[in-house]
């Protein structure tokens, strides 16, 4: 059996938690948009919640 691929970036701990947090505070905002409706200042959170995660995920390497 071969060990893991040293290829692979290694995953931050800081950045665990606050992928965790992005993507929970998406997920509330997202439903409460269902609740409520559309609104401007709304979509616009979940936008830039949308644009941190991707940020996330590109500077771990997608080990999210």
């Known amino acids: 059996m071969q060990p893991p691929s040293s290829s692979e970036p290694p995953r931050d701990a800081a950045t665990s938690p ?3 947090h992005v993507a929970d505070a998406h997920e509330l905002l ?3 948009q269902k609740r409520i409706g559309q609104h401007p200042e709304l979509a ?3 936008l830039k919640l949308e644009n ?3 940020i996330l995920t ?3 390497g997608g080990l999210l």
Do not use: D, H, N, P
Request: glycine fraction near 0%; avoid cysteine.
């Open 18 to 20: 606050a992928v965790e």
């Open 52 to 54: 941190a995660l991707s």
């Open 44 to 46: 616009e959170a979940i």
């Open 58 to 60: 590109v500077k771990t």
């Open 30 to 32: 997202t439903t409460l």
